[in-house]
């Protein structure tokens, strides 16, 4: 969709909050799994709730998908995967740690686009290539990396981000699918998968009183439903470089509250890996808006 200049402001606005739910989006999770409510139950009723909310709308565009069922299935497995392990190591590991891992997303879509678009590396796009692959070394512990095999929090934050950039290229392949149907597809994927997961590692649903019953209610419904909608009303209505570098509020934001909040500590070589990672994101973020390319979404 070409950016209409149109009311830029709002815009930015609802585009920063929907970036701040998503760097906040640690915070539930966790209050949630000290519940003892862990988050692949959490994430089967959130974003099926999210999902069943949308099908009205995604019922009457049906003429507008389902030419591209196939698509759309892909859609939702990698889109639901990158969803359900964000959250799920989000949940059980260092948010400062799994933020900056995921947040190489940008580097797995440009190698994805050159691979399956056949786009172009530009010079700018490999300077943020090496930042960000400098960056992770760095945020691994640098030459420590080598000590030790990652950990599994480690690889569920790799995969989020390489799930989520291979689903970036899947939608601009399929730029012509309705977003409401493209966000319900993301959210019954992760819901689907969450549950297979947690068939998977024998877990069952929790004992939810009516308390916790509201609390999934409220972060389906008022959490990722807006954070999700808010995102795509941003990215439609800005150029693409600005978008890309305002989505890096989600970065700072979940960093920065995980250390207030949260407290965790960020050690030199996280710090050194967060600078070069963010500093490869924004370089692509200019190469978006040099290239003129679509903006891809955060769902």
């Known amino acids: 969709m070409t950016p209409t200049p149109a ?4 815009a930015i606005s609802i585009l920063l909050a929907g970036s701040v739910l998503w760097g906040l989006f640690w915070w539930p999770l966790k209050a949630l799994d000290a519940d003892g409510i862990h988050s692949g139950f959490v994430q089967v009723f959130a974003y099926g709730l999210s999902a069943l909310v949308l099908i009205p709308l ?48 940008p580097v797995w879509t440009i190698i994805a686009a050159r691979i399956f678009l056949a786009e172009a590396f530009t010079r700018l796009r490999l300077i943020a290539l090496l930042l960000a692959l400098s960056g992770l070394f ?8 080598f000590a030790a095999p990652l950990s599994s929090v480690d690889l569920l934050a790799l995969s989020s981000g390489l799930a989520f950039a291979l689903n970036n290229v899947a939608i601009r392949a399929g ?21 297979v997961l947690m068939a998977f590692h024998g877990q069952t649903a929790p004992s939810l009183d009516a308390l916790h019953i509201a609390e999934l209610a409220a972060l389906g419904l008022f959490w990722v439903l807006p954070g999700t909608l808010a995102t795509f009303y941003g990215v439609a209505r800005l150029n693409a470089g600005r978008a ?28 050194a890996g967060g600078v070069l990672i ?20 955060h769902i």
């Open 58 to 105: 995604v019922w009457r565009s049906a003429q507008g998908w389902r030419s591209q069922k196939g698509l759309l299935l892909l859609i939702a497995v990698l889109g639901g995967w990158a969803n359900a392990s964000f959250a799920t190591s989000l949940s059980e590991g260092s948010v400062v740690r799994v933020m900056l891992l995921f947040y190489l997303a």
């Open 138 to 145: 760095w945020t691994l512990g640098g030459p420590a990396i």
């Open 278 to 297: 963010l500093s490869a994101a924004i370089i692509e973020a200019r190469s978006e808006s040099a290239g003129n390319e679509p903006i891809t979404e």
């Open 7 to 10: 009311r830029p402001l709002k």
């Open 244 to 271: 890309a570098i305002l989505l890096l509020t989600e970065l700072v934001v979940g960093v920065f509250s995980a250390v207030l909040i949260g407290n965790e500590q960020l050690s030199l070589h996280e710090i």
């Open 175 to 195: 730029h012509a699918l309705p977003e409401m149907v493209r966000a319900a597809a993301v959210f019954t994927g992760c819901a689907v998968i969450s549950l």
